[in-house]
């Protein structure tokens, strides 16, 4: 049995990743940041383990996992996005944007890189970084604000690839 830690767990694709490792038999934990009816009603169904956590906050992050323990199976699904035209966002909205969608992504990958590498010397480790869709990139193909932070996420996860 793994040990699966979601971020953006408590609705969407997130809710539906906790309820599939779940139902597989692993033990899942998921961080949520603000909808705690939500993360009640997954915790419920699955037996997952809520966690509130603003990932965009590295102390935050730290302390989450430190509930945790081991984690075999790291999914970066929480994420944010700005409706609205680029001319007209707030740079605070822009610097939200990046602290979660990526620097939360580097918060929760600081959190379990150093033991996963560790543990890569006895045995293969599972990397899930943002799975995208065609129908998710229709669905924001004129949110340029979104779309430079995927790209970033990408970046990196082309890079975590290669230490794989």
């Known amino acids: ?25 692993h033990k899942v934990y998921f961080l949520y940041e603000k909808n705690h009816e939500a993360a009640s009603s997954v915790a419920e169904r699955t037996g997952a383990i809520p966690i509130c956590c603003d990932v965009a906050n590295s102390g935050a992050v730290k302390s989450a996992f430190a509930q945790i323990g081991d984690v075999d199976i790291l999914i970066c699904n929480a994420g944010i996005m700005h409706f609205g035209l680029m001319s007209m966002m707030e740079e605070e909205a822009w610097d939200r944007l ?54 970033s996420v990408d970046a990196l996860c082309r890079k975590l690839e290669s230490l794989s």
């Not at 033991?115 to 949110?143: I, N, P, W």
């Open 98 to 151: 990046f602290a979660v969608n990526v620097k939360g992504i580097l918060h929760t990958v600081q959190a379990v890189l150093p033991d996963m590498l560790l543990e890569r010397l006895e045995t293969e480790f599972t990397f899930m970084l943002q799975e995208k869709t065609d129908a998710t990139h229709s669905a924001v193909r004129f949110c340029t604000s979104w779309a430079t932070t995927e790209e």
């Open 1 to 25: 049995m793994s040990t699966v830690v979601i971020t953006g767990g408590s609705r969407g694709i997130g809710a539906a990743a906790v309820e599939l490792f779940a139902a597989r038999g």
